[in-house]
C-alpha cells in the first residue's frame, strides 16, 4: 500500500507519545487487509514523534500492540511538504480537478519537488516489493508511480485508486506536464475512480493526449501495457456508523443538546473548509430562504461545521474570511438575543460530536460545488433514519443517491427551495426518500468497495495462497 497519509501517526505531546489513526473510512478498512496480508504501507511520516519510534529506514510495526505489519515511513523536509504536498497536490492538482482552474499555481517548482518525492517513493517501494506483491496506490501524490514502478517490477501488480473528480479533458489539459501525469498513471493494470463519469473524463483524456492509444469503454491499452478503468464508488463502514452513533450515552448527550438548543428544526452541514465544499453558497441559500420564509425565523438553525484544512494555502484562508464574513452579516441581519440563524464551528470536531449532530439535525445539506464522492452523505443517511438529505447533483454520491433532493449549489434561489421542501416535508415522504438511500448506504458499504476492487484486481488467489484463506469476496468486517 503506498498513500500520502499514515494509517499510524505518533505524535509527542507533554505526557510523552501517543500514537493515533487518522479517522476516516479508508484507513479503517484497508488496515485489516494489510494485517492480513502482513504487507508493507509505504507513507508519510507526519507525525513528530514518527521518527523516534521508527527505524533507521523508517520501519515501524503495527498496531504496536499486536503487531501485523510493517510501516515504511518516508520523511519530508519543509521545502519538499510545501512543494510536493502543498504545491503539486493541493494547488495544482487538486483546483484543476474540481473545475477550479484558476486557482491553480502552476510553478515548476512544485512538478520538480513532486516529481522527486514520487522517486523518493518508488525506491522505498522496490525495497519493500517481493515479486509476487500486488502493489496499491492511493490518490493523486503518486501519479507517476505506477510506470516508475512498471518498469522496474514488469511482472508485479499494480493499481492506483483516484480520490478525487477526474475532469473534462479541456480542463486537465492547462496542466502543462499532463502528458507525464497520463503516462505516469497508465502503468497501473487497474484504475479506480468514484463514478462512471470520471471513468469517461479519464478516458477521454487519454484519447485525447495519446492519439495511439486503443480505448474502450473499460480499459486502455497503450505501449503494450493494458489498464482496466472502472468506477468503484467508496462506501462508508455503516455498521460502526450505526454501533456508535446508537449507544446510550451518545443518545442521551445528543436529546439534551437537542433540547438545549431550543429550535424547532436543525439544518446541518459538516465539510472541511475548503472551497470545493459549497459552504458559501450554502450559506447564501440559507439567507435567502430566511428572507422568503420568515415564519422560520427563530424556529430554525442551521449549524455549519467547517473543520480547519490546508490554511498554508491563501485561497482557503480567502475562502475563510468569506464564510465568516457572510456568517456574521446574516446573523446580524436575523439574529434575536434569544436565537441564533446560524451556528458556525470552525474546529475539528471529536467524531462523537459529529454523531451527535448527525442525530439531532432534521436537514443535512451536502451541496458541494463538485466532490469526488463525498461521505458526509453516506454517514449523514446511516446515522439518522428519519433526516432529510440534500444533495448537490455534483456530489459524486448523486450518481447513486438520487433519492435525496438533488439541487444545483449555484443556483441559490433552487437550494432556498429545497431548504423550504426538506423542513415541510411529511413523515412519509421522509421515509420514502430516505429508505432506498439507506438499503444504498448499507449494501454498498466500505467493504463492498473493498472487496469489488480486490476482485476486480484478483486478489483472492494470492490471498489465498499466502493466509490460506480467501479474504477479498469475504466479508472483512466479521
Ligand atoms: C476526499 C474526496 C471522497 C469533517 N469535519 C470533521 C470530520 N469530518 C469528516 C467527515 C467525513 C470526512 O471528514 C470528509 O469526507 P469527504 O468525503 O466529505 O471529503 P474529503 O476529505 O474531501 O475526501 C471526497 C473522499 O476523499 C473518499 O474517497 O469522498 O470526495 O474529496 O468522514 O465526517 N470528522 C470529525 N470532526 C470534524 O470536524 N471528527
Not at 499486536?66 to 493541493?90: A, C, Q, V
Not at 517548482?109 to 522527486?116: A, I, N, Q
Not at 431550543?262 to 459549497?278: A, E, F, H, P, S
Request: glycine share 6%; proline share 5%.
Amino acid at each position: 500500500m503506498v498513500s500520502n497519509r499514515e494509517p499510524y501517526i505518533h505524535e509527542r505531546n507533554k505526557k510523552g507519545i501517543r500514537c493515533k489513526t487518522p479517522i476516516g473510512g479508508l484507513v479503517a478498512a484497508i488496515d485489516p487487509v494489510m494485517q492480513r496480508t502482513r504487507g508493507v504501507w509505504i507513507a508519510w511520516g507526519s507525525g513528530n514523534a514518527d521518527a523516534e519510534v521508527a527505524d533507521e529506514k523508517g520501519r515501524i510495526q503495527v498496531p504496536e500492540d499486536d503487531p501485523r505489519y510493517t510501516l515504511r515511513r518516508i520523511w519530508l523536509d519543509p521545502k519538499e511538504i510545501n512543494e510536493y504536498y502543498y504545491g503539486f497536490s493541493n494547488r495544482i492538482i487538486w483546483p484543476v480537478c474540481h473545475l477550479f482552474q484558476e486557482k491553480a499555481r502552476l510553478l515548476p517548482e512544485y512538478w520538480e519537488t513532486y516529481k522527486k518525492v514520487n522517486q523518493r517513493f518508488l525506491r522505498a517501494t522496490l525495497e519493500e516489493a517481493l515479486p509476487d506483491d500486488h502493489i496499491w496506490i492511493q490518490d493523486v501524490h503518486f501519479t507517476l508511480l505506477p510506470a516508475a514502478l512498471r518498469e522496474e517490477l514488469p511482472d508485479n501488480d499494480i493499481a492506483l485508486f483516484w480520490h478525487i473528480p477526474f475532469p473534462p479533458w479541456e480542463t486537465f489539459s492547462c496542466i502543462p506536464w499532463r502528458k507525464e501525469i497520463l503516462e505516469g498513471m497508465l502503468g497501473a493494470d487497474l484504475l479506480g475512480f468514484h463514478t462512471e463519469s470520471y471513468v469517461a473524463n479519464f478516458l477521454g483524456a487519454v484519447k485525447k493526449e495519446f492519439p495511439d492509444a486503443q480505448v474502450s469503454s473499460s480499459a486502455i491499452r497503450y505501449k503494450g501495457q493494458i489498464t482496466r478503468v472502472r468506477a468503484f464508488p467508496i462506501g462508508i463502514d455503516y455498521n460502526r456508523y450505526r454501533e456508535l452513533s446508537s449507544r446510550d450515552s451518545l443518545r442521551r448527550r445528543a436529546t439534551q443538546l437537542r433540547s438545549k438548543m431550543n429550535v424547532q428544526q436543525i439544518i446541518l452541514g459538516v465539510d472541511r473548509l475548503d472551497y470545493t465544499k459549497g459552504i458559501l453558497n450554502r450559506l447564501l441559500a440559507f439567507e435567502k430562504f430566511l428572507e422568503a420564509h420568515p415564519k422560520h425565523l427563530g424556529k430554525v438553525s442551521f449549524v455549519q461545521v467547517a473543520s480547519p484544512t490546508r490554511s498554508a494555502i491563501s485561497e482557503y484562508r480567502e475562502m475563510k474570511q468569506r464564510i465568516e464574513e457572510t456568517v456574521g452579516r446574516v446573523n446580524g441581519k436575523f439574529q434575536r438575543p434569544q436565537w441564533t440563524p446560524v451556528i458556525y464551528i470552525n474546529r475539528h470536531l471529536p467524531g462523537d460530536d459529529v454523531l451527535m449532530l448527525y442525530r439531532i439535525a432534521d436537514v443535512a445539506m451536502v451541496t458541494p460545488i463538485i466532490d469526488g464522492m463525498n461521505l458526509v452523505a453516506k454517514e449523514y443517511v446511516a446515522v439518522n433514519e428519519n433526516g432529510v438529505l440534500i444533495l448537490s447533483e455534483f456530489a459524486g454520491a448523486s450518481e447513486e443517491m438520487d433519492s435525496a433532493i438533488i439541487v444545483n449549489p449555484y443556483d441559490l434561489d433552487a437550494m432556498a427551495r429545497a431548504l423550504e421542501e426538506a423542513l415541510s416535508m411529511s413523515p412519509e415522504e421522509r421515509t420514502r426518500r430516505m429508505g432506498p438511500l439507506r438499503e444504498l448506504v448499507k449494501e454498498r458499504d466500505i467493504f463492498w468497495w473493498l472487496d469489488t476492487f480486490l476482485e476486480e484486481w484478483g486478489v483472492e488467489l494470492m490471498m489465498d495462497q499466502e493466509a490460506g484463506q480467501i479474504v477479498a469476496g469475504a466479508r472483512l468486517s466479521e
